[in-house]
Nanobody, 116 residues
Framework: VQLVESGGGLVQPGGSLRLSCAAS????????MGWYRQAPGKERELVAY????????VYADSVKGRFTISRDNYKSTVSLQMNSLKPEDTGVYYC??????????WGQGTQVTVSS
């Protein structure tokens, strides 16, 4: 099983980034997916979540209206479009595939730094 994140980097406040997570080794289309982030010295937190068919999404209050999660079940990818980025969005962003009765799958993370 692999979850490989990409698309992180350094961006100025107000800028945009698009993160992608490529999944393999499990039946992606049956799995809800989530994006999480961890800032230095803070706990990992949910950023956005999408159901297996893409029909429902959940966002942290801090990113509502700025971030959009989406998925492509044919390509086994989940993306996070991040607009109007703020310095407080800085952190390592992780892709997660939750599993019932078994350890969740996590990616290795991609660094997002918002700074002028």
């Amino acid at each position: 099983v692999q979850l490989v994140e990409s698309g992180g980097g350094l961006v100025q406040p107000g800028g945009s980034l698009r993160l992608s997570c490529a999944a393999s080794g499990f039946t992606f289309r049956r799995n809800d997916m989530g994006w999480y982030r961890q800032a230095p010295g803070k706990e990992r937190e949910l950023v956005a979540y999408i159901t297996n068919d893409g029909g429902d999404t959940v966002y942290a209050d801090s990113v509502k209206g700025r971030f959009t999660i989406s998925r492509d079940n044919y390509k086994s990818t989940v993306s996070l479009q991040m607009n109007s980025l703020k310095p407080e969005d800085t952190g390592v962003y992780y892709c997660r595939a939750p599993r019932l009765g078994a350890p969740d799958y996590w990616g290795q993370g991609t660094q997002v730094t918002v700074s002028s």
